[in-house]
């Protein structure tokens, strides 16, 4: 059972480390990023059990504009900040970041280190059914919010080497709000009893997969070293993956 709880971290993880086709990062590296990502689960519970117990203890939380409070500060900001902590914290100055490729292999690694834990804790709690529907659907979630902060988080990282400070600063605040946005939407839409919620669901996430999918095989194929004499083009985000969200 414990096994069918990690797989499906396992297989992600796979398919990212085989599409970093110029140069592989330190497995010691990635192995750092996993554990302090699945750390972070820590401050995840702490601070959302906090807010259920004390902060919104006499608060209807059926109310529709709570459940949007509740899933986009409370789950969506808390997980993704501890996510994006660790990812520039251990990466952004580490020598080893030295391709574009890098920064979504690094905010993967991290997001499966949280994933993965927070689905041995629903398997523990919930059993194997909800386990394996998490493993499904929250934990290829959480890589697909990855994909995007890394997007971004390579993109301030060729700004800084362009000494571009606005560009930098813009895309490392992006890295953060995009992964929030699609995380909250995300539990938003399955918290509720509204059809059309459901519906909205449905349609949100062929979307953000397809978009997802595509920009991963193009980062990867075409995945350069980062160099102060990048033209701004390249780095802008002109091409952004939000577009036609």
Same mark, same amino acid.
């Given at each position: 059972?414990? +096994?069918? $709880?990690?797989?499906?971290?396992?297989?992600?993880?796979? !398919?990212?480390?085989?599409?970093?086709?110029?140069?592989?990062?330190?497995?010691?590296? +990635?192995?750092? +990023?996993? =554990?302090? #990502?699945?750390?972070?689960?820590?401050?995840?519970?702490?601070?959302?059990?906090?807010?259920?117990?004390?902060?919104?203890?006499?608060?209807?939380?059926?109310?529709?504009?709570?459940?949007?409070?509740?899933?986009?500060?409370? %789950?969506?900001?808390?997980?993704?900040? *501890?996510?994006?902590?660790?990812?520039?914290? /251990?990466?952004?100055?580490?020598?080893?970041?030295?391709?574009?490729?890098?920064?979504?292999?690094?905010?993967?690694? /991290?997001?499966? =280190?949280?994933? %993965? /834990?927070?689905?041995?804790?629903?398997? !523990?709690?919930? =059993?194997? &059914?909800?386990?394996?529907?998490?493993?499904?659907?929250?934990?290829? #979630?959480?890589?697909?919010?990855?994909?995007?902060? #890394?997007?971004?988080?390579?993109?301030?990282?060729?700004?800084?080497?362009?000494?571009?400070?606005? *560009?930098?600063?813009?895309?490392?605040?992006?890295? @953060?709000?995009?992964?929030? @946005?699609?995380? *909250? /939407?995300? &539990?938003?839409?399955?918290?509720?009893?509204?059809?059309?919620? +459901?519906?909205?669901?449905?349609?949100?996430?062929?979307?953000? !997969?397809?978009? $997802?999918?595509?920009?991963?095989?193009?980062?990867?194929?075409?995945?350069?070293?980062?160099?102060?004499?990048?033209?701004?083009?390249?780095?802008?985000?002109? &091409?952004?993956? %939000?577009? #036609?969200?």
């Amino acid at each position: 059972m414990f +096994l069918l $709880a990690i797989l499906p971290s396992i297989i992600l993880f796979i !398919i990212v480390w085989r599409a970093d086709k110029i140069e592989k990062e330190p497995i010691k590296l +990635l192995l750092k +990023l996993f =554990g302090l #990502g699945a750390l972070t689960v820590i401050s995840a519970l702490v601070i959302g059990m906090f807010c259920d117990d004390v902060v919104f203890a006499s608060v209807n939380k059926q109310n529709l504009l709570f459940i949007l409070f509740d899933n986009m500060i409370v %789950t969506a900001l808390v997980e993704e900040a *501890g996510k994006y902590f660790v990812l520039k914290k /251990v990466t952004w100055k580490h020598p080893e970041f030295n391709y574009t490729f890098d920064a979504v292999v690094y905010a993967v690694c /991290v997001s499966l =280190g949280f994933a %993965t /834990v927070e689905n041995i804790f629903y398997l !523990i709690d919930e =059993g194997i &059914d909800i386990a394996i529907i998490r493993g499904l659907l929250s934990v290829p #979630g959480h890589v697909i919010d990855a994909i995007f902060m #890394g997007y971004y988080y390579g993109l301030a990282k060729c700004a800084d080497a362009a000494q571009d400070d606005a *560009g930098r600063s813009r895309n490392l605040k992006l890295a @953060l709000i995009v992964p929030v @946005l699609l995380h *909250g /939407v995300y &539990d938003f839409c399955i918290s509720t009893d509204y059809t059309i919620l +459901l519906v909205a669901f449905i349609v949100f996430e062929i979307v953000v !997969i397809r978009k $997802a999918i595509k920009k991963f095989k193009q980062l990867s194929n075409e995945d350069r070293e980062i160099s102060p004499h990048e033209e701004a083009a390249e780095y802008t985000g002109t &091409d952004e993956i %939000t577009e #036609g969200l």
